[in-house]
């Protein structure tokens, strides 16, 4: 660990301090205990972010790195809920390339790099699209049209105002031509 050290900065995590620690370029390390040597621990990829699992007290949990990395090294005033790579490499987690930043900082930016089309729409064009999705009278695509976003967008905005009920979708006929 000592040439390790040299490379990277080490700090215990919290909450796991004497059994894992982070480093300031993003890897995850086991302090030797129980018998068994220290270590970087493997990575698994099956979701769009790089987790490891952690154990303590007979408990195994299984945790985002880059999360990790930010609660260890970068301080959180505002307690902002998340973590964003600012070079959109999700298997980058180094310090430098982590941020705390709220879902629309974190949209904002996504969107101020050409990640995303469409524009966020306030929850005053929220209701809206939603009331007019429920006449029956539009598409999503036409909605994405005159809201200025993607359908994708008009779809997710739809889902979400049905899931909180803010109105009972009326069932309308529509007449075929």
């Known amino acids: 660990m000592e040439q390790m050290a040299q ?9 796991y ?17 129980g018998g068994r040597k220290g270590g970087f621990l ?26 990790l990395v930010a609660q260890t090294f970068i301080p959180n005033p505002e307690n902002k809920p998340q973590v ?9 987690n180094s310090v430098d390339n982590l ?6 900082e974190n949209w904002q930016h996504a969107r101020g790099h050409g990640r ?3 524009k966020m729409l ?16 539009f598409t999503q695509q036409e909605l994405a049209a005159h809201f200025g976003t993607s359908r994708s967008s008009v779809c997710r905005h739809i889902r979400k ?3 909180m009920s803010i109105l009972p979708r009326p069932h309308v006929h529509r007449e075929k031509i």
């Open 84 to 92: 964003n790579h600012k070079n959109f490499d999700r298997h980058d």
């Open 99 to 104: 941020e705390w930043v709220t879902w629309p």
């Open 42 to 67: 493997n990575t698994e990829r099956k979701t769009l972010y790089i987790r490891v699992a952690l154990y303590k007290n007979g408990i195994t949990d299984w945790h985002a790195v880059h999360r």
């Open 122 to 137: 306030s929850e005053e064009e929220q209701k809206a699209l939603y009331l007019l999705y429920c006449t029956g009278l």
């Open 17 to 33: 301090e004497g059994l894992y620690s982070a480093t300031t370029d993003g890897r995850i390390y086991r302090h030797p205990r």
């Open 7 to 15: 490379e990277a900065s080490f700090k215990f995590i919290p909450g």
């Open 161 to 163: 105002h049905k899931d």
């Open 116 to 118: 995303f089309k469409g």
